[in-house]
């Protein structure tokens, strides 16, 4: 029995409404036998870069292979910057280039750009770079950015990150379309810059990544993007409302409404035991969890002291509460169980909307349990949706 359950009524009410203010939603998707569905697309996504005893490219590099030859859909590769966990990851263009040698038919996926830290020329041609060495195999997701501190690399975007990310979206499939861009030179002379290499696929496929702002999944809808999500800031219920809004958008802007890529992260780990599953990760996604939280605080504000105070403030409750995030984050937002409940969840996640799941794996399991986990999951690879 967990610590939680021997808390009062109004210690609970106290945690819940904590745990909700920290963004992770106490709803789960309705308990009762699911109803029957494809399941749907399974890919891989790398964010955190934790692995024990192991550089930190050897588990990208294996679990890549084992995709390939497995037939999950994608690999996912992050960008992030100055922060230890995660840090292996500063550039997803790097990391597609590598992968594209050593893999075959997987496609390989940015996930994702913060757009605004880069000149969109530039993002064109690396990752036209490895569209060719890929054989077309790219996709990318933008984002706006999210920690204040990562806009070290271009401070005066960051007040206006949202409406930069458009213009440099656009310049982005413009470049990519072989459109020249008009820039000046450092004599303020213009020139029409047409990138280079040339890549195979004509139009570059694209996720919006977001999570709880409804605008976003409205705007991406009209737009004819994809999305990227998670579940760490709301719950299921609000997932599938979300996705309504997403297919009604498509669909007010003349898109085919079933036919935009709702793609979902979620830690995983599949064992043939379930309650081995849930305590072989516990030490490992407990800290990932604080860490987020942490981060979570303090990712858009200056001078959020006090928010970032709020675990360390919980005195004796801080166990209590960081026992009932790890336990309603496996509950409702993973697939961290046996290979029943893990198609069960697939199952209740595809009668929502979502189209493919990406498999967060690198939170800081042992290889060998990383690898023994997806060699299980693949064999629900035969019931994808068609």
């Not at 992770?24 to 036998?33: F, H, I, K, L, Q």
């Amino acid at each position: 029995m967990s610590e939680s359950a021997s808390l009062s009524r109004d210690q609970v009410a106290r945690l819940t409404a904590r745990l909700e203010r920290v963004g992770v939603a106490p709803d789960r998707v309705e308990s009762g036998a699911p109803e029957r569905t494809a399941l749907p697309e399974l890919g891989i996504i790398f964010f955190s870069g934790l692995t024990p005893g192991l550089g930190p490219y050897e588990l990208l590099i294996e679990v890549a292979r084992f995709a390939d030859e497995a037939g999950f859909n994608a690999i996912w590769t992050p960008e992030r910057h100055f922060t230890e966990v995660g840090g292996a990851y500063p550039n997803p263009a790097l990391l597609a280039a590598a992968l594209a040698t050593a893999t075959q038919r997987v496609r390989l996926r940015a996930g994702s750009i913060n757009l605004p830290l880069h000149d969109p020329l530039r993002v064109a041609e690396e990752w036209a770079v490895v569209d060719q060495l890929s054989n077309g195999r790219v996709d990318i997701a933008i984002a706006p950015g999210w920690h204040v501190r990562d806009f070290v690399l271009k401070p005066a975007n960051f007040h206006n990150k949202f409406d930069i990310l458009n213009d440099y979206r656009e310049q982005l499939r413009t470049a990519w379309r072989g459109q020249s861009i008009e820039r000046l030179d450092a004599f303020d002379q213009p020139h029409a810059i047409v990138t280079y290499p040339r890549p195979l696929q004509p139009e570059l496929p694209i996720w919006l990544t977001t999570s709880q702002r409804e605008q976003a999944w409205e705007f991406a809808g009209r737009s004819g993007f994809n999305v990227l999500t998670a579940l760490i800031n709301f719950g299921p219920k609000d997932l599938e409302r979300r996705i309504a809004i997403y297919r009604a958008a498509r669909q007010a802007a003349g898109w085919d409404p079933d036919a935009g890529i709702v793609s979902l992260m979620l830690h995983t780990y599949v064992d043939s035991d379930a309650p081995r599953a849930i305590e072989r990760v516990r030490p490992a996604l407990t800290e990932y969890l604080k860490s987020f939280v942490s981060q979570h605080q303090s990712a858009d504000r200056a001078g959020a002291s006090d928010k970032v105070r709020t675990l360390q403030s919980l005195g004796t409750d801080r166990d209590d509460f960081i026992e009932m995030v790890f336990s309603r984050y496996v509950d409702t937002s993973s697939l961290i169980g046996d290979l029943r409940e893990a198609q069960t969840r697939l199952e209740n996640f595809r009668h929502i909307g979502v189209d493919e799941v990406a498999c967060l794996v690198d939170f800081g399991l042992e290889k060998a349990h990383v690898l023994d986990s997806l060699r299980l999951l693949s064999r629900l690879l035969g019931h994808r949706k068609k």
